[in-house]
């Protein structure tokens, strides 16, 4: 697992361009105080509870005609058994965070075993604790752009989901289900666990995927029954990798 984390920090440079700036639209929350410079701890409540989330900010670079600064915003998603911590310390996002001028959100993934262990992500028809519970983790990442959204901090234009393993598989299931507020996706090493995706607005993929991994096998192509956009069939078949 630590050997494919490497292209994860390397690679999601692709989220400080302009790849694919639709509009998307943030819901208005209850106005609080925005998080501080730096990487805090904030919780938001859900269906399921209080769920957590860490976040950095970058350091400003000087305003223009005191116009306020809004910052592309990348949620970045752990991998199983995993949390936000781990995430972050592993692909070391918050000094390219600091180098680029994005915010970087990691939230944790549902814990089970009397919350000790932080568990996988509800990414669709597939597996573990969250999926099995049906935890509501759609409305998790609703929740993350929304409650910066409303500190007037985010520009709602550039947001970006990225996750490695389990984590790439929830990246998968935002981009489908979450066009309307997300642009682009990144999944690193993991699969899509959803039969069906039609994306209502365009959303831009990276995949990244590697040659060595026994556990999401590189030459393993889609199968004919997988209804995605045409787009992202063409980034995931084996033939163009």
Known sequence: ?????????????????????FERHASENAPSSPPPVGTSERAIRTSDGLRHYLVHVPVAARRRFFLRTRFPLLILLHGSGEDGKTIEEMSMMDSLSERYQMIVAYPDGARSILGKISSDWDSGECCGYASRQHIDDLGFLRGIIDDLAAKQIVNTRRIYVAGFSS??????????????????????????????????????LLVIQGTADDEVPYNDDIPDSLSIPATWAAATSPSVR
Do not use: Q
Not at 1 to 16: E, G, I, K, N
């Open 1 to 21: 697992m630590m050997s494919r984390l490497p292209a994860l920090a390397c690679t999601l440079l692709f989220f400080s361009t302009s790849c694919a700036l």
């Open 167 to 204: 984590g790439a598989e929830m990246a998968y299931r935002a981009g489908c289900e979450l066009s309307d507020r997300v642009s682009a996706i990144a999944v690193v090493s993991g699969s899509i666990a959803l039969a069906h995706c039609k994306p209502r607005l365009a959303v831009s």
